[in-house]
C-alpha cells in the first residue's frame, strides 16, 4: 500500500504528462481522451529538433570538461600534498553558494567581453564552474577512499603522480565518474536562466528554453509542451540506465585486505 | 645490490615531536636488516624516507655511497611492499607484474620473460591471469612480493608484509622471505613491530622508539646484550622480568633483568635459592610459565612441563648471576645495560 502510494506520487504526474502528449488537443478539456494521436510531435518540428541538438551539446561539453578538470583536481586534493589545498577545496565549494541569479548579469559582461554571448560554449562555461564543485567533492572523498598505499606502491612503481592517476586511480573511479556525469549532465540538460539569459538566436536554444517560448500570445498549446517534455525526459532516463550498469560496487575489492 | 646509509636523518612533521631523530645507520650489501619498534616509533617513517615517498627534513640517505634526495621514488632502483599488499585492483595478477615494468619501457619479450621466471620462482604460475580478489590473503601476498621481485632491484623495502597473514601462513612466508633473500643476496630492509618476525628474518636489527634509534646488533647481541631495558622488554616472550636488585639477592640499588628462561624453579631449599610463591602456572605445552612472588614482586619464570605447584606453593628460585642485566636508574631516560 505504501510502495503504491510513493510509486504513484512520484511516477503519476510523469504518467500524466505522457498521457498528455499523446492527447488530442481539441479534447484537452475532457476528463480523458477518446482518442490518442501522435500529432503533439508531429507538431514539433525543426527548431524543436534544433534545441535537442544544442541541449545535446552543451550538456555533453560540460559533462567532459567538468569530469576532465574535476577528476584531476579531486586526486590532486585527494593524494597529494601542496599547499593551500584547503583553500582550493574550500574555495570551490564556495563558488557553489552563490545564488546563480546573483551572477547572471557579471557573466553576462564576462562572456559579452570574451565573445562568447549568444554562443553554445558561452553556456558551457558557467554551467561547469557551477557543476564543478559538486564533481570535487564527489570525486575527492572518492578518491580519499582509495587506499593511500596503492598511491604508493604506484609511485615506487616508477609512476609520477600524473601517471598514477591515469594508469591506476582513473580505471578504478569509473563508478565515481559515472555518478558525477549523470549529476552534471541533468544539471546542464535541465538548466534554463544562463540559456534564457545568453542565447537570444532561436537556432541557438537548449530544451528548456524552447519549451518555455513555446506559448504563445493567445494559446497554451499544453499538449506539445508535454509532448516536448517528454522528448527532453527520455534521453536523461536512457542514460541513467545505460550508467547504472557502470555503477559495479566492489571495483576496488581484493586491493587490500579488509 | 646496494649498500644505504642514513646520517643523522630528522623527519619533523609540523606540529609534532620529531617522527624521526637524528638517526644514522650503515645497512651493507645484501643485508637484512629489520628495523623494529612499537607503532609509531618511526620505522615506516623510515622506509618511506628511504623509498622517497617522503622527504627527509635534514640529514642525507645514500644509496651505493650516492645521495638520494632529489631522486623520484622510481629512480632509486628499489621496490616495496606493503602491508596491504596495494595490488592494482583492476589489473590480474600478470598486469600487476607487468605494471613496474611497462611504466620502465621495458621491451615486450623481456617483460614476458621477467614475469615467467618471478612466477615460476613464487609459485604463482597458474594465478596470473587472476583478479587480486579472486585470490587469498597469501596469495595476494605472494603477487605483491612477486610485483617487487620483477624489477630486480637493488633495494627492497618491506613495510610490515607480514602482518596481514595468519599465523601459519605467516611462518610458512618468514621462511619463504629467508629463502629468497638468500637466493637473491639482494639488500633487505624490513619494517615490523613483530619481535619474533625480526629475531627469526633479520641479520642485523635496529631498534626505534619515538624516532630514536636504541640499538643495533645482530640478533643474539639484541636478546644477550640489549642497551637498555626498552630494548630488553621488546625482545622475547615472556617479557624479561625487571625487579630491584635487592629482590634478587644483589649488590647495590638500581635494576636488575632476568628472562624467565634463565631462572630454574627448585621445589626444595638450595644454597643460595631465592623463597618464592607460587601465583600461577601456565601450561604451554613443552614448558610452563610459573608466576612467581619473589619479596613483593612478581617474577615470570620458565618451569619444566611436569611443574605442578599448586597457587600459593612455596618453591625456590635459582638466579644464575652470570644471566643477569643491570640497568642504571630509569629516571635517566635510555638507561645502559651492562651485564
Same mark, same amino acid.
Given at each position: 500500500?505504501?510502495?503504491?502510494?510513493?510509486?504513484?506520487?512520484?511516477?503519476?504526474?510523469?504518467?500524466?504528462?505522457?498521457?498528455?502528449?499523446?492527447?488530442?488537443?481539441?479534447?484537452?478539456?475532457?476528463?480523458l481522451?477518446?482518442?490518442?494521436?501522435?500529432?503533439?510531435? %508531429? =507538431? !514539433?518540428?525543426? $527548431?524543436? &529538433?534544433?534545441? @535537442? /541538438?544544442?541541449?545535446?551539446?552543451? +550538456?555533453?561539453?560540460? *559533462?567532459?570538461?567538468c569530469?576532465?578538470?574535476?577528476?584531476?583536481?579531486?586526486?590532486?586534493?585527494?593524494?597529494?600534498?601542496?599547499?593551500?589545498?584547503?583553500?582550493?577545496f574550500?574555495?570551490?565549494l564556495?563558488?557553489?553558494?552563490?545564488?546563480?541569479?546573483a551572477?547572471?548579469?557579471?557573466l553576462?559582461?564576462?562572456?559579452?567581453? %570574451? =565573445? !562568447?554571448?549568444? $554562443?553554445? &560554449?558561452?553556456l @558551457? /562555461?558557467?554551467?561547469?564552474?557551477? +557543476?564543478?564543485?559538486? *564533481?570535487?567533492?564527489?570525486?575527492?572523498?572518492?578518491?580519499?577512499?582509495?587506499?593511500d598505499?596503492?598511491?604508493?606502491?604506484?609511485?615506487?612503481?616508477?609512476?609520477?603522480?600524473?601517471?598514477?592517476?591515469?594508469?591506476?586511480?582513473?580505471?578504478?573511479?569509473?563508478?565515481?565518474?559515472?555518478?558525477?556525469?549523470i549529476?552534471?549532465?541533468?544539471?546542464?540538460?535541465?538548466?534554463?536562466?544562463?540559456?534564457?539569459?545568453?542565447?537570444?538566436?532561436?537556432?541557438?536554444?537548449?530544451?528548456?528554453?524552447?519549451i518555455?517560448?513555446?506559448?504563445?500570445?493567445?494559446?497554451?498549446p499544453?499538449?506539445?509542451i508535454?509532448?516536448?517534455?517528454?522528448?527532453?525526459?527520455?534521453?536523461?532516463?536512457?542514460l541513467?540506465?545505460?550508467?547504472?550498469?557502470r555503477?559495479?560496487?566492489?571495483l576496488?575489492?581484493?586491493?587490500?585486505?579488509? | 645490490?646496494?649498500?644505504?646509509?642514513?646520517?643523522?636523518?630528522?623527519?619533523?612533521?609540523?606540529?609534532?615531536p620529531?617522527?624521526?631523530?637524528?638517526?644514522?645507520?650503515?645497512?651493507?650489501?645484501?643485508?637484512?636488516?629489520?628495523?623494529?619498534?612499537?607503532?609509531?616509533?618511526?620505522?615506516?617513517?623510515?622506509?618511506?624516507?628511504?623509498?622517497?615517498?617522503?622527504?627527509?627534513?635534514?640529514?642525507?640517505?645514500?644509496?651505493?655511497?650516492?645521495?638520494?634526495?632529489?631522486?623520484?621514488?622510481?629512480?632509486?632502483?628499489?621496490?616495496?611492499?606493503?602491508?596491504?599488499?596495494a595490488?592494482?585492483?583492476?589489473?590480474?595478477?600478470?598486469?600487476?607484474l607487468?605494471?613496474?615494468?611497462?611504466?620502465?619501457?621495458?621491451?615486450?619479450?623481456?617483460?614476458?620473460?621477467?614475469?615467467?621466471?618471478t612466477?615460476?620462482?613464487?609459485?604463482?604460475?597458474?594465478?596470473?591471469?587472476?583478479?587480486?580478489?579472486?585470490?587469498?590473503?597469501?596469495?595476494?601476498?605472494?603477487?605483491?612480493?612477486?610485483?617487487?621481485?620483477?624489477?630486480?632491484?637493488?633495494?627492497?623495502?618491506?613495510?610490515?608484509?607480514?602482518?596481514?597473514?595468519?599465523a601459519?601462513?605467516?611462518?610458512?612466508?618468514?621462511?619463504?622471505?629467508?629463502?629468497?633473500?638468500?637466493?637473491?643476496?639482494?639488500?633487505f630492509?624490513?619494517?615490523?613491530?613483530d619481535?619474533?618476525?625480526?629475531?627469526?628474518?633479520?641479520?642485523?636489527?635496529?631498534?626505534?622508539?619515538?624516532?630514536?634509534?636504541?640499538?643495533?646488533?645482530?640478533?643474539?647481541?639484541?636478546?644477550?646484550?640489549?642497551?637498555?631495558?626498552f630494548?630488553?622488554?621488546?625482545?622475547?616472550?615472556?617479557?624479561?622480568?625487571?625487579?630491584?636488585?635487592?629482590?634478587?639477592?644483589?649488590?647495590?640499588?638500581?635494576?636488575?633483568?632476568?628472562?624467565?628462561?634463565?631462572?630454574?624453579?627448585?621445589?626444595?631449599?638450595?644454597?643460595?635459592?631465592?623463597?618464592?610463591?607460587v601465583?600461577?602456572a601456565?601450561?604451554?605445552?613443552?614448558?610452563?610459565?610459573?608466576?612467581?612472588?619473589?619479596?613483593?614482586?612478581?617474577?615470570?619464570?620458565?618451569?619444566?612441563?611436569?611443574?605442578?605447584?599448586?597457587?600459593?606453593?612455596?618453591?625456590?628460585?635459582?638466579?644464575?648471576?652470570?644471566?643477569?642485566?643491570?640497568?642504571?636508574?630509569?629516571?635517566r631516560?635510555?638507561?645502559?645495560?651492562?651485564?
Open positions: 500500500m505504501k510502495r503504491a502510494a510513493v510509486l504513484v506520487f512520484f511516477l503519476g504526474p510523469l504518467a500524466w504528462q505522457v498521457l498528455t502528449s499523446f492527447w488530442p488537443e481539441p479534447e484537452l478539456t475532457r476528463a481522451p477518446h482518442t490518442l494521436t501522435v500529432a503533439n510531435y %508531429a =507538431g !514539433l518540428g525543426s $527548431t524543436f &529538433a534544433r534545441a @535537442v /541538438l544544442n541541449s545535446l551539446l552543451v +550538456a555533453a561539453g560540460t *559533462t567532459a570538461l569530469l576532465a578538470a574535476g577528476a584531476s583536481a579531486a586526486f590532486a586534493i585527494a593524494k597529494l600534498d601542496f599547499p593551500g589545498r584547503g583553500l582550493l574550500g574555495g570551490a564556495a563558488i557553489s553558494m552563490f545564488p546563480p541569479i551572477t547572471v548579469s557579471p553576462y559582461l564576462i562572456l559579452r567581453a %570574451a =565573445g !562568447l554571448r549568444d $554562443t553554445l &560554449a558561452g @558551457v /562555461l558557467p554551467y561547469a564552474t557551477f +557543476a564543478l564543485p559538486l *564533481t570535487l567533492w564527489l570525486l575527492t572523498s572518492f578518491f580519499r577512499d582509495l587506499p598505499e596503492l598511491y604508493r606502491a604506484a609511485r615506487v612503481d616508477g609512476c609520477t603522480p600524473w601517471q598514477a592517476f591515469v594508469h591506476v586511480f582513473l580505471p578504478l573511479s569509473w563508478p565515481a565518474l559515472a555518478t558525477c556525469a549529476l552534471v549532465f541533468i544539471f546542464s540538460w535541465n538548466e534554463l536562466l544562463y540559456a534564457l539569459s545568453f542565447i537570444s538566436t532561436p537556432s541557438k536554444r537548449t530544451i528548456p528554453v524552447a518555455a517560448l513555446f506559448a504563445g500570445e493567445h494559446v497554451e499544453w499538449g506539445q508535454a509532448a516536448a517534455s517528454v522528448v527532453a525526459t527520455v534521453p536523461l532516463a536512457f541513467t540506465l545505460l550508467f547504472q550498469r555503477i559495479v560496487a566492489g576496488t575489492a581484493g586491493a587490500v585486505k579488509e | 645490490m646496494a649498500s644505504v646509509s642514513l646520517v643523522h636523518v630528522r623527519k619533523a612533521f609540523a606540529g609534532a620529531d617522527a624521526v631523530h637524528d638517526l644514522s645507520l650503515e645497512i651493507a650489501d645484501g643485508e637484512f636488516v629489520s628495523l623494529v619498534g612499537p607503532s609509531g616509533c618511526g620505522k615506516s617513517t623510515t622506509l618511506n624516507l628511504i623509498a622517497g615517498l617522503d622527504q627527509a627534513t635534514s640529514g642525507s640517505i645514500r644509496i651505493d655511497g650516492k645521495p638520494v634526495e632529489g631522486l623520484e621514488p622510481g629512480e632509486r632502483d628499489i621496490a616495496m611492499v606493503f602491508q596491504s599488499y595490488l592494482y585492483p583492476h589489473k590480474d595478477v600478470r598486469g600487476n607487468a605494471f613496474p615494468l611497462e611504466v620502465a619501457k621495458l621491451p615486450r619479450p623481456e617483460i614476458e620473460r621477467r614475469i615467467a621466471d612466477a615460476e620462482l613464487l609459485g604463482i604460475s597458474p594465478l596470473l591471469a587472476r583478479k587480486p580478489r579472486e585470490l587469498s590473503g597469501g596469495q595476494r601476498q605472494r603477487v605483491a612480493l612477486g610485483r617487487a621481485l620483477v624489477r630486480k632491484p637493488r633495494v627492497y623495502l618491506l613495510d610490515e608484509p607480514l602482518s596481514n597473514l595468519d601459519g601462513l605467516r611462518a610458512q612466508m618468514r621462511r619463504e622471505l629467508r629463502r629468497l633473500h638468500h637466493k637473491l643476496r639482494a639488500t630492509i624490513y619494517v615490523t613491530h619481535q619474533a618476525e625480526a629475531m627469526t628474518l633479520s641479520d642485523r636489527i635496529a631498534v626505534l622508539r619515538a624516532g630514536e634509534l636504541q640499538q643495533t646488533g645482530t640478533p643474539r647481541e639484541i636478546y644477550q646484550r640489549p642497551a637498555n631495558r630494548v630488553a622488554e621488546f625482545f622475547g616472550t615472556p617479557r624479561i622480568n625487571v625487579v630491584p636488585a635487592q629482590v634478587l639477592g644483589l649488590p647495590g640499588s638500581g635494576l636488575a633483568g632476568i628472562r624467565p628462561e634463565h631462572l630454574e624453579v627448585l621445589s626444595e631449599r638450595a644454597p643460595g635459592a631465592l623463597e618464592a610463591t601465583e600461577q601456565e601450561l604451554t605445552g613443552a614448558e610452563v610459565w610459573a608466576t612467581l612472588t619473589v619479596g613483593g614482586e612478581s617474577i615470570v619464570a620458565r618451569a619444566p612441563s611436569d611443574f605442578a605447584s599448586p597457587p600459593g606453593a612455596r618453591v625456590w628460585l635459582r638466579v644464575p648471576a652470570d644471566r643477569v642485566l643491570r640497568f642504571d636508574d630509569e629516571t631516560g635510555a638507561a645502559q645495560a651492562r651485564l
